[in-house]
């Protein structure tokens, strides 16, 4: 159980375009989800929250009209970077929160992540 | 703010065991996790100890919680080459909507 999965994998795109990319937990429901990017050899670094239902939460330095999340369903949460450009290149990990077995709390459950790479 | 701090990197022979630590500053954690990251892959919760437990065994991994000093250790017992992978630990509270601080993660490297 708890499984997340995210689409697509990968995707490569030109600069200026616009990349959307799914989080979906596939067995529970989840009213809130978490974006982050990971660079090469470094941790997650937290990009916003995603509450179904209601507006984002952004992190401090995180350009909320750059990276577009809607959380429309309990199951689905989308990020979407408008006007891609070759710095936005990273890897994309979203997790949704899901009840942690054998304990009276929830925790994270991590996609598999998305690369993207803009041109 | 709170801060979780990990060494970077070990590297182990096939058969022996690993040790890789972990420091939290949050006195407030609940909940203390560990995440293995394997190339190219999103984070697997892989265990997990509450603040008010010494010890916690699950098959070959075994995580020591010494909350006094805020260290959090995982022992993972005749490490594999199929264990290399990056190991986040993180820390979280009750009820705090989900939200983890994580550690930089340490690099596991497992040599046959």
């Known amino acids: 159980g708890a499984v997340v999965s995210q689409h697509p994998s990968w995707v490569i795109c030109k600069s200026g375009t616009s990349v959307k990319i799914e989080c979906r937990s596939l067995d529970f429901q989840a009213t809130t989800m978490f974006w982050y990017r990971q660079f090469p050899k470094q941790s997650l670094m937290l990009m916003a929250t995603?509450?179904?239902?209601?507006?984002?939460?952004?992190e401090q330095g995180v350009e909320k009209d750059k990276f577009l999340i809607n959380h429309a369903s309990l199951t689905l949460s989308t990020l979407t970077v408008t006007s891609a450009h070759p710095e936005d290149s990273s890897f994309y990990i979203c997790?949704?929160?899901?009840?942690?077995?054998?304990?009276?709390?929830?925790?994270?459950?991590f996609g598999p992540g998305t690369r993207l790479t803009v041109l | 703010g709170e801060d979780v701090e990990q060494s970077l990197f070990l590297s182990v022979r096939e058969g022996d065991s690993s040790v890789i630590n972990c420091t939290y500053t949050?006195?407030?954690?609940?909940?203390l996790y560990w995440y293995k990251q394997e190339p190219g892959a999103g984070l697997q919760l892989l265990t997990y100890?509450?603040?008010?437990?010494d010890m916690k065994q699950d098959q070959r991994l075994t995580v020591l919680l010494n909350k006094k000093d805020k260290h959090l250790s995982l022992r993972i017992a005749d490490t594999q080459t199929g264990d290399s992978a990056i190991y986040f630990c993180a820390s979280g509270r009750y009820n705090q909507g989900g939200k983890l601080i994580f550690g930089q993660g340490t690099e596991l490297s497992v040599k046959p």
């Open positions: 100890i509450f603040s008010n437990m």
């Open positions: 949050d006195s407030s954690s609940t909940y």
């Open positions: 997790s949704a929160i899901g009840p942690l077995a054998g304990a009276s709390t929830d925790t994270q459950y």
């Open positions: 995603s509450n179904e239902g209601s507006k984002a939460t952004y």
